[in-house]
């Protein structure tokens, strides 16, 4: 069934972005009827053709206003676009919403940039790499409140997460939570590739990795004990303090090998074939030469996957054999190190810095609600007692990205992970165990339930504008505030690890949160 059954107008949408997570979202377009995909733009005319061709013009050349060389080439041509139409002109119909699916560090500078366009709005996550840039996105989009905005904080949306959420939240099949231990492992080779080797390895280029892979994670937790349950109009359950520990445990020289001696390269390395992480082995062999270009090996050269499918498996392995050669040694400039990935470097050998182990803990006290004061102290703190939540980003693991976790509450205890959730009762001595539908796609249906309801938010609003904050709360689940809570409380869990210190949550947003988002004269 449409999306849009009642209303003629398919939405029309870009795409900023044409890598991995653009096409994500593309393809989750392309599932949901109502939308289609319209335009995209991307500086690789590569990436852009072909994610066109795929998803918007076929074998066809695009239409004027369908492929951009960048963000700031379509931000011209939609204002061009509608002074034309305020002229009476004829032009094509523009597009109503926008994913922004770019490298962490464009986000503010487009999401600020497009932000008088008043456009529908996704960013994948993270919203910034930076505090600051969070909420400069803030301000600039608490002035123009008439569409919609979403982070791609997929977790909210996978039918096994939201069945989680109402068991716990709703349905209290624990009874009041006391304790959350929640892990994300992030898988051996994913890291490396990842974290080690890709774009998101060193910390002053990109970000912690705690916000670069974990930052919906946090979010998760915060929607499970610090948002209210669907249709209350409680305000947020604030934790009490934050604290973190971690470091670059493995992923570094001293752990090298003796047998590898001086090599960099996996290619030319003596223990390439007993390394674990050996390059040929990950990207080749586990991959490639089962016939799987697609992700990681596209992340290495995106012509592979083509090569592959019009020239054969020689031309493929040769081409990704170039890439995994490619080094760089001491004449080779510390910006040209880190302007780009490094796919065949020994992962003890890199320049990355991030955390491969790291613990954030989260405690929040007794907050009974004030207007409930006819009521039984148990009842005004249901939902609202004191409690404690552990997150654990670790990169060593067999499972890639399948979260898993337990929680403990006065009335049983609740095991999880992206497969089934088990409650156990401790009135009855019996366990249930549920088995959620599996949904296809990203994250665990996690891709196409966040566009799903991106869409319907978007139609709700076109509809009627001032519908805007209902359709905010009631399809996306989640507020801008929200969003910069999330987020905040990484970058404050990242000062705590590094300065080992706890934080008291509460003093902190004060200083360097709310005077921000109070400050909006500039805008």
């Given at each position: ?322 890439r995994l050669l490619e080094d760089y040694d001491h004449t080779t400039s510390t910006a040209e190190i880190g302007r ?184």
């Amino acid at each position: 069934m449409s999306l849009l059954s009642d209303q003629p107008r398919v939405l029309r949408l870009l795409i900023i972005g044409a890598g991995a997570r653009g096409n994500a979202y593309a393809q989750a377009v392309k599932n949901c009827t109502g939308a289609t995909v319209y335009a995209v733009a991307d500086p690789l005319q590569q990436k852009r053709d072909a994610l066109g061709r795929k998803y918007i013009w076929g074998d066809d050349r695009p239409l004027a206003g369908q492929s951009f060389d960048g963000w700031k080439a379509f931000r011209e041509y939609e204002i061009e676009r509608r002074e034309k139409k305020r002229l009476s002109e004829d032009v094509e119909p523009g597009v109503d919403g926008v994913f922004i699916c770019t490298l962490d560090d464009m986000h503010a500078e487009i999401i600020t940039g497009l932000a008088p366009l008043n456009l529908h709005t996704m960013s994948e996550k993270p919203l910034a790499t930076t505090l600051q840039d969070c909420l400069s996105i803030y301000r600039s989009l608490q002035s123009r409140a008439s569409s919609i905005f979403s982070i791609g904080h997929v977790l909210h949306y996978s039918p096994h997460n939201i069945l989680l959420r109402k068991l716990l939240v709703e349905d209290c099949v624990v009874g009041e939570i006391l304790s959350i231990e929640h892990t994300e492992p992030v898988g051996w080779w994913h890291f490396s590739h990842s974290y080690v080797r890709g774009n998101w390895r060193k910390e002053s280029v990109t970000a912690p990795s705690l916000l670069t892979k974990s930052c919906h994670d946090i979010d998760f937790l915060l929607w499970l004990l610090c948002s209210p349950p669907p249709g209350s109009n409680n305000p947020p359950h604030i934790p009490k303090e934050v604290s973190s520990t971690g470091s670059l445990k493995y992923f570094k020289r001293s752990r090298k090998p003796e047998l590898a001696g001086n090599a960099t390269n996996c290619l030319s390395c003596p223990a390439e074939s007993v390394c674990t992480y050996s390059a040929k082995k990950i990207y080749h062999e586990k991959f490639l030469a089962s016939g799987n270009a697609g992700w990681p090996v596209h992340i290495v050269d995106p012509e592979i996957e083509d090569l592959l499918q019009h020239q054969g498996m020689d031309s493929a392995a040769g081409r990704l054999r170039t890439r995994l050669l490619e080094d760089y040694d001491h004449t080779t400039s510390t910006a040209e190190i880190g302007r780009r990935p490094w796919f065949g470097r020994c992962v003890y050998e890199s320049d990355n810095d991030v955390c491969d182990d790291q613990f954030v803990t989260m405690s929040w006290d007794d907050d009974p609600l004030p207007s409930e004061k006819h009521l039984p102290m148990a009842e005004r703190l249901k939902g609202r007692g004191a409690k404690t939540a552990t997150f654990h980003m670790i990169a060593q693991t067999e499972k890639q990205c399948e979260r898993r976790g337990r929680v403990y509450g006065s009335k049983g205890e609740m095991e999880y992970d992206g497969m089934m959730i088990r409650v156990y009762d401790f009135a009855t001595s019996k366990a249930l165990v549920h088995y959620p539908h599996q949904a296809g796609g990203g994250h665990g249906g996690g891709d196409e339930g966040l566009t799903g309801q991106f869409l319907r938010a978007m139609e709700a609003t076109e509809r009627d504008r001032s519908r805007r904050d209902e359709a905010q709360k009631e399809h996306i689940g989640c507020t801008l505030e929200d969003i910069i809570r999330s987020h905040a409380m990484v970058f404050a869990a990242e000062e705590a690890r590094r300065d080992r210190k706890v934080i008291d949550w509460a003093a902190w947003w004060e200083q360097n949160v709310v005077p921000a988002m109070q400050d909006l004269k500039s805008f």
